[in-house]
């Protein structure tokens, strides 16, 4: 198949109409059963008909992504929800008044409209309104209702940059939109309102602090996504796989800053004389101090917002660089904190060790 590949003259400015249009061809392009890769706040989608069989199969196919993982729907308007949705309960319409557009997921009863492939089989459906103008407008060409996963191949670090799209889905999407980098770098929190009280099935930017603070109830975060020994399934069934992972084997260092420094240095010594290519994910102030192969900078101790909008590209860059075995600092698991330690322990098959 041949990618086409579209350039947002001036990602995060004002949109011309050239790129206005380029984006409502793409749009178009989904309103026939094809498929687009797009950016958003959080990552790139892969973007085809949410209402379309057909469409969310190629979805499927081109990520190599397991059927019973199911897609998000995204949508341009709120009122869009009330189309897919069997119920709409008030602190579903609460929380879009102060989420949307924006990074936050609502699980809902679904209608019959949403095809099952969509959902995976489950009777419930994914919703999301992005804040991002490119993904407004081609939702809004393509008819309303895409279901876009992100736009990696099953498995690898989510793209957020267009560069990691055309790495994946050259050959397998029928459009690249690129439109820069995201704000954000993490996907999207994802919570789920067919329980009571609502349960985050996935953390991201939008945090249990800042929902419960909307909805007046305190927001739990599904157990077993917290401690995965606890043998329980993740009820986001895309929560249970490996995920976001470089091809190196990475593992995360925790402890008093002094004894994370000294001990990772202990440990590349040993790797690189058996012939390891190293590599260390460090904030800035102690990037200087690790002997490894490759140093990558997350941003500023305690900048979780620089960090988050790093790692996925941090990742990919151990790849590229060809390393072996990658150590990575760890963050404190508060506020957004909470997400970024999600996807690095996935990426880390939970290999933790503490200094
Ligand atoms: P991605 O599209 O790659 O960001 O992944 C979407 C995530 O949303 C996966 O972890 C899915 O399992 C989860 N998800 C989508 N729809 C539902 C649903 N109806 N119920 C629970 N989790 C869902
Ligand atoms: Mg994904």
């Known amino acids: 198949m041949d990618t086409k590949i579209i350039t947002i003259k001036a990602p995060g400015g004002r949109l011309s109409e050239e790129d206005i249009s380029g984006i409502q061809k793409a749009g178009e392009i989904i309103k026939n059963g094809g498929i687009v890769a797009f950016p958003t706040e959080t990552v790139y989608g892969l973007g085809g008909d949410a209402l379309s069989p057909e469409s969310s199969k190629k979805i499927y196919a081109a990520k190599g992504r397991p059927s019973d993982n199911p897609l998000i729907v995204h949508i341009s308007r709120i009122e869009s929800l009330y189309e897919i949705a069997e119920t709409v309960p008030d602190y579903a319409v609460k929380l879009a008044e102060v989420f949307w557009p924006g990074p936050l997921t609502m699980i809902l009863k679904k209608k019959d409209i949403v095809p099952d492939e969509t959902t995976g089989g489950l009777d419930t459906v994914a919703v999301r309104f992005p804040s991002d103008p490119v993904a407004k407008i081609l939702i809004n ?85 917290i401690s995965p020994e606890s043998g329980q399934k993740p009820r986001a069934p895309g929560m249970k796989y490996r995920h976001y992972a470089p091809r190196g084997e990475l593992v995360i260092v925790e402890g008093e800053n002094e004894a994370v420094v000294s001990g990772i240095n202990e440990m590349i010594r040993s790797d690189k004389e058996s012939g390891c290519r190293t590599g260390v994910m460090a904030c800035d102030e102690n990037a200087g101090r690790y002997d490894a192969d490759v140093v990558k900078k997350t941003g500023p101790k305690g900048d979780q917002k620089e960090a988050a909008k790093r790692l996925y590209s941090i990742l990919r860059s151990f790849d590229d660089e060809e390393v072996t075995k990658i150590y990575a600092e760890s963050f404190e698991a508060e506020g957004f904190g909470e997400a970024i330690m999600n996807r690095l322990l996935k990426a880390a098959g939970h290999k933790i060790i503490k200094k």
């Open 141 to 225: 060409a393509a008819g309303g209702f895409v279901a876009a996963p992100s736009a990696n191949i099953s498995g690898r670090p989510s793209p957020t940059e267009a560069k990691y799209v055309i790495e994946d889905m050259n050959g397998r999407a029928d459009a690249i939109i690129d439109g820069g980098g995201g704000e954000i770098g993490l996907e999207s929190t994802i919570v789920d309102l067919t329980v009571q009280p609502p349960q985050i099935l996935r953390p991201g930017f939008i945090t249990s602090e800042m929902l419960g603070r909307v909805l007046g109830t305190e927001v739990e975060t599904d157990k077993a996504i």
